[in-house]
Each structure stands twice: as structure tokens, then as C-alpha cells.
T-cell receptor
Framework: KAGVTQTPRYLIKTRGQQVTLSCSPI?????VSWYQQTPGQGLQFLFE???????NKGNFPGRFSGRQFSNSRSEMNVSTLELGDSALYLC?????????????FGPGTRLTVT | AQTVTQSQPEMSVQEAETVTLSCTYD???????LFWYKQPPSRQMILVIR??????QNATENRFSVNFQKAAKSFSLKISDSQLGDAAMYFC???????????FGTGTRLQVFP
């Protein structure tokens, strides 16, 4: 079956703009988690959605938000972009949040803020 | 708060040899999950091996095995018979059973030389 897909794969934005990233989980998976990966901070948890509800949230400012649709697809939005938001954004899906053994990652979206 | 530390930013190994990647973590919880993930240059994160804290037996997956020392809060990964395809970033991760949040270390870049 198809893996986790993320669109777009690459994105260049200007400071102050906003951006929306998309994640389509593996068919049947209802839990989606988002992570930010930077050389300086490593991988940091952003938030997790299950059945259209946010279950967990990391320590990120309110400029970072997300949502999940009824088909389990998830989007994350970053408003008022800052240079420090340049990162690889990864999403991961699993059947249910407790399914730690079957969490699959997508290829990521590389966001560059200039 | 839980933390994960990988003290080796880079490691190298010759093909067919064995290498051990170190990971230590800090937590006040008694039951949790530990993982090693591999991120090849293509960026797709792949689960290599997992360990449940309540299981004393060290996990093994083919050429990959762990040395889990719960009292010392240490979780090292041993790769035997290293192959060129093992070259990647390796991340150690902790997952709380209480919060389900996945916390990553900063990663170790493994180079494999022929």
C-alpha cells in the first residue's frame, strides 16, 4: 500500500508570509504526528491528531497550528514566518496513537524561509 | 521532562565490521518505549528496532541489536556486519506511555567505508 505522502516536497517562502503543509497518512491510519527537524534543534514534536482532534502539542508558539480532516489527511500551518522556521517538516502516521510499533514517516517537506 | 542524549555526532565503520552507537536518556517513568530510527540521505525515517522498558531481554532485528541497561538509562545500538547501505543518520527516541510523545536525540551520523 502507498506510504505517507507529504506535499509539497520543497517550499521557499519569505519572512512574514504563511505556509500550509499537507500530509496524507497511509490508508486506514487515523493518527498523524508532525515534527520539525533542524540542524540545531534536531527533531522536535509539533503536534498529534487523531480522529480530527489534537491529542498532543509540543512547545511551539501559536504561529504553528494544524488540523485533521475526516479522511485523516492533516495540514499544518505556520503564520508570520521567521527565518528560524526553515526546517524539514516530517509527518508520521499510525493506525491509532498507541500503535507505537507501526508508526510510518513521510519523506518530509523542506521549507526555506528567506 | 524526558531527555535523550546521543553523545556521538559522527561515527565511522568499515564494511563487515561492528559498530555501537550510544544513547542515554533521562526519565522518572518506569514504563516506556525506546526506539532507534534510521534516516538515510533520502530523508525517509525508518524504524530500526524497538524496546519496551518492562522487557529485560534485549531486542534483536537481524544485524541490529540493542544493549538496554534500564538502571543506567542507557540504550545503545549495535550494528553487526556493517553494510554500505547502513550509512545514515541514526536517531535514538523515547516514547512516554503516559503522553505518547516521541522525543528524539540529536542523532549520530554513521559512515560506512568499503
Amino acid at each position: 500500500k502507498a506510504g505517507v505522502t507529504q506535499t509539497p516536497r520543497y517550499l521557499i517562502k519569505t519572512r512574514g508570509q504563511q505556509v500550509t503543509l499537507s500530509c496524507s497518512p497511509i490508508s486506514g491510519h487515523r493518527s498523524v504526528s508532525w515534527y520539525q527537524q533542524t540542524p540545531g534543534q534536531g527533531l522536535q514534536f509539533l503536534f498529534e491528531y487523531f480522529s480530527e482532534t489534537q491529542r498532543n502539542k509540543g512547545n511551539f508558539p501559536g504561529r504553528f497550528s494544524g488540523r485533521q480532516f475526516s479522511n485523516s489527511r492533516s495540514e499544518m500551518n505556520v503564520s508570520t514566518l521567521e527565518l528560524g522556521d526553515s526546517a524539514l517538516y516530517l509527518c508520521a502516521s499510525s493506525f491509532v496513537p498507541e500503535d507505537v510499533y507501526e508508526q510510518y514517516f513521510g519523506p518530509g517537506t523542506r521549507l526555506t524561509v528567506t | 521532562a524526558q531527555t535523550v542524549t546521543q553523545s556521538q555526532p559522527e561515527m565511522s565503520v568499515q564494511e563487515a565490521e561492528t559498530v555501537t552507537l550510544s544513547c542515554t536518556y533521562d526519565t522518572s517513568e518506569s514504563d516506556y518505549y525506546l526506539f532507534w530510527y534510521k534516516q538515510p540521505p533520502s530523508r525517509q525515517m525508518i524504524l530500526v528496532i524497538r524496546q519496551e522498558a518492562y522487557k529485560q531481554q534485549n531486542a534483536t532485528e537481524n544485524r541490529f541489536s540493542v544493549n538496554f541497561q534500564k538502571a543506567a538509562k542507557s540504550f545503545s545500538l549495535k550494528i553487526s556486519d556493517s553494510q554500505l547501505g547502513d550509512a545514515a543518520m541514526y536517531f535514538c527516541a523515547y516514547r512516554s506511555k503516559m503522553t505518547d510523545k516521541l522525543i528524539f536525540g540529536t542523532g549520530t551520523r554513521l559512515q560506512v567505508f568499503p
